[in-house]
């Protein structure tokens, strides 16, 4: 069975719930469908399956039993954090195992000195910031969804964040990961310096989506909090002119600690929501953080405030308190929520482009929007060409979802053929696992296959997620358009 | 044939040579010792094996087919870049071709928009920064043999150099890389943007010694020339107090450009050579060097100095023009050959240890040097915690050289020991794949094993560097050291 189809997965239930009795309490099993429901899926609601059982263990015995356990069975696991990923990576297999990390939640060690924490898995975002805050130290990765969603989710996921343009993604955040095989065997990656001898294996279980290992501790870096932050606020007549903004900062030579850019719609949602202050005029607002010392603050907005001007901007508007920065940036930050009370359901994508194809990219979507028959709001780490429409449509209407699928679908390869690609931050899980197809050449998927099999030559750990079959690239039967050569004919009027 | 074990291949030369004349002209190809001679090692001299013979080829279709061509007969390939290495990554295998990538030293695009050069892997790391260097921008990444390693040998090592601190390594700075596997698959890894969907093959590949393809293009990243740089010199009458102001600069928030630190001897055999300014009194020398605009610069300089001062510097200078920046650089940039000019033979080692941990690190070097009848200079990228002890030994001498790599092998087991690693850029090659099996525990060693499999499963690349047989390790036969836990016996005394 070295395949991730569903097919090739027959488990026996109560079988397996009395090999994990043997080991698990009561309190950390959940095997009745009304315990079960809770877990049928993650942030990406239109995929749902009920799992077999949730296993919630409170220590990492447990956790290698249960692997081993599955091991031994054939049976799929599919790790989960807080079940706020949005591609489905912890959607539940149907044969298999959910295996919750919720009750590794405690933070092991603050080592101001050292810059560094070591906290359990299950252990939420913020909560990191939270103690290291007495030190005037924080974990810089800031997921929207940071008071709900885990480190162990953040490591699968590779997270980023408003702040990931100067701080770096997730990968650039852990020093170190301690992992339990498919085998339960346990290892540790990484290391407090530089670099570690031997292939770089931190980086490449980061990101790897719950399909080479389970995470059972991080030790994450910790920066100082900045002196002083400021968010300039500018408007824009014009999206295209706004994406070209963007451009021109970054080409100043400035690193913003975030740049980001939402559309009228988007503003248009939020501001009634959120009271942030946006201008409800302008085409495109940008946001545009700079931190430091007062010094360097102060200098930073000068200059990114001639740039914008230069740029065409209409109002540009400085944060005039931590209050308000704070009220800039909780408006982008409520985005996805905002959205989601102006439409039964939205669709969030996350493509990523090069930010000098952003105008090109916006004016493709308008006539998607048309093509679709579907409403889109834009929100996008502007600085890192890194996408999140809003696809609004309605799932109680017949074919809604369909026409919001294909039009993400055809985002996502616009993105692969402007020369980005179909993720920046969230993640492909089952979600963009057909654009996987679109993304890479079939020696390129080989490499991800054998990876996979290395780790996991059975393919239990969360089968069917990210790495797509041969068999199923075969079946989406797309061409295939890598770093930008354009060879959808669909796509030729863009 | 799955082993990296010598004994395991046993190639018909002339069959090779006929078989590689098919396609490669006759420049190409080496197969005469005395051509071969040059190839016998890199910058780790004290390890030398002539190859079969030298491949020089100028297309990647001479590549795809030399790899196809190794593959079918079970050759060894050792690919090299312009042989700058220090851990005998490129030290030729007796049965197999050397790879030499010396002919792709083209700059094939310079993107300022963009911020990317892509570049062909035999164009040396300083050529990059030339070529930016009319748009203001470079290339961070500097080892301190810029002026001739190659960017290939960089991925294949992920080299650092003294800006790594701020700048990153080489996995930091690099985009994209088109690489050759062994059985001649072309694929291309990595993105222009933040991040790229599937496993991080590009972390992985980056430091693979050699090991997991052959890479025959590379995109890096350009960053904007900083408008003024300024280095503080400060100098320490005890390298422990030096040692104490490294840390205390970093727990102050300060991340420098670069922070360096040099003792004694190692100021000694500089100073006569390179005529930098060096304070010959001070038993401990630190450069910390600020970057960015000029208020940033100023406003740095003075937090520095302000912690230097508290940590007991004795005389703090700054630099009063570029031209002594450079100079005070351009010491510590020659420190290996100025060492080189006071000892027959130096043996550089690269181990790295928690930064709170140098001063107890030096003391064990001063009682190593008695143990082992050697002398020894320190250089060390100290904000990295990153160290280069010069062991000084004479090949003449009998047994000079044994004594000298028993000291480097203790050097690295300590670094381990106190928490850190056997290297922090120079890579493992064929120097420390014994000190490999004392970094790590089996199943994280297994790991590595299965890794390489994956990408190249009857081992013919760089077989004999990185990874150590289990055999190999068994018959180190010396106790595992992990994260610190100090087990060896022979060590307790430090």
Not at 192 to 206: F, K, M, Q, S, T
């Amino acid at each position: 069975m070295t395949t991730t189809d569903d097919a090739a997965f027959a488990v026996d239930k109560s079988g397996l719930v009395r090999r994990l009795r043997l080991f698990l309490p009561e309190r950390c099993l959940l095997a009745e469908e009304e315990d079960l429901r809770p877990y049928e899926c993650d942030g990406l609601t239109a995929y749902r399956e009920l799992p077999l059982v949730v296993c919630l263990p409170e220590t990492e015995a447990q956790v290698i039993d249960i692997l081993r356990t599955c091991h031994q069975l054939a049976v799929p696991v599919v790790a989960r954090g807080a079940g706020t990923g949005l591609s489905g990576g912890a959607m539940p297999h149907a044969q298999g195992v959910v295996l919750s990390l919720a009750r590794f939640n405690k933070i092991l060690r603050v080592d101001p000195l050292a810059r560094l924490a070591v906290v359990q898995p299950g252990v939420r975002n913020l909560a990191v910031s939270e103690a290291a805050a007495p030190h005037g130290l924080y974990y810089a990765p800031d997921p929207s969804s940071q008071i709900a969603c885990t480190l162990g989710g953040n490591v699968a996921e590779n997270s980023g964040g408003v702040h990931c343009l100067k701080y770096g993604l997730t990968v650039h955040n852990v020093l170190r990961i301690r992992v339990v095989s498919i085998e339960g065997e346990v290892f540790e990656i990484g290391s407090e310096g530089p670099d570690a001898p031997g292939y770089d294996l931190l980086a490449l279980l980061i990101g790897s989506e719950g399909m080479l290992g389970v995470v059972t501790e991080v030790t994450v870096k910790l920066v100082p909090k900045p002196e002083l932050a400021q968010v300039v606020m500018a408007s824009f007549n014009d999206v295209a002119k706004a994406g070209d903004a963007v451009a021109a900062i970054i080409a100043a030579g400035i690193i913003p600690a975030g740049l980001e850019m939402m559309d009228k719609p988007a503003t248009a949602a939020v501001e009634p929501f959120v009271k942030a202050g946006y201008d409800l005029e302008a085409e495109a607002i940008l946001l545009c953080e700079a931190d430091g010392t007062p010094e360097e603050v102060a200098d930073e907005i000068a200059r990114v405030t001639a740039v914008l001007t230069q740029a065409g901007a209409g109002n540009i508007k400085v944060s005039g308190s931590e209050a308000e920065r704070l009220r800039f940036w909780a408006g982008r930050k409520a985005a996805f929520p905002a959205v989601g009370r102006i439409t039964p359901d939205y669709y969030c994508m996350d493509g990523t482009i090069p930010r000098k194809r952003l105008a090109e990219m916006l004016s493709a979507i308008v006539a998607m929007e048309k093509k679709y028959g579907l409403r889109c709001a834009n929100v996008f780490h502007a600085g890192d060409g890194n996408l999140h429409p809003l696809i609004m449509y309605d799932t109680a209407q017949p074919g809604s979802w369909e026409r919001a699928e294909a039009f993400g679908a055809e985002i996502l390869e616009l993105s692969v053929a402007l020369g980005g690609s179909i993720t920046g931050e969230h993640g492909v899980g089952v979600e963009k696992i057909n654009q996987m197809c679109v993304q890479y050449t079939t020696p390129e998927l080989d490499a991800f296959r054998r990876i996979k099999s290395a780790f996991d030559e059975t393919g239990l750990l969360n089968p069917g997620k990210a790495v797509p079959s041969l068999h199923r690239c075969a079946e989406y039967g797309r061409m295939h358009v890598h770093h930008g050569d354009l060879k959808f004919p669909e796509l030729e009027r863009f």
